[in-house]
């Protein structure tokens, strides 16, 4: 490996030991649902976000606040020795996609059917540092 390389390899591995990822998979709520409150703590600090999501009254807040608290403990495992006070944690990246649909029918008039859609999504959360520590 060159030199180049090597160090770049070595610099991508510092920055990806302050960052902490969680990951929800197939929540039972619509993408669109979700997205509406995960818009609301993309960027914010990590107190703040709980705040939010705590007092927030759509049901799509209880799955993230839980998956906020998740993505804490990860950052807690990688850092023993740091508190998240000092560290200055916020919500870096959060971002919706959807999963598996259930398709169900619902009887219509005139012995027709219509179909239902029962929407699922996956969420990532990514916490990442606001101190950027200068060389």
Known sequence: MGVRKKLRAQQLKEEKKQLAVAKLTGCPTSPRKMR????????????????????NAKEASINLEKLLLSAIANWQAKNEDASIED??????????????????????PQGRAHR??????H???VLGNKIVESK
């Open 87 to 108: 560290a200055g944690l916020f919500v870096k990246e959060i971002y919706v996609d959807s999963a598996g649909m259930l398709k169900r029918l619902r009887p219509a």
């Open 36 to 55: 509406l409150v995960a818009d609301l703590i993309r960027g914010v600090e990590v107190e703040k976000a709980l705040q939010i999501l705590k007092f």
């Open 123 to 125: 969420v990532t959360l």
């Open 116 to 121: 239902i859609r029962k929407r699922s999504n």
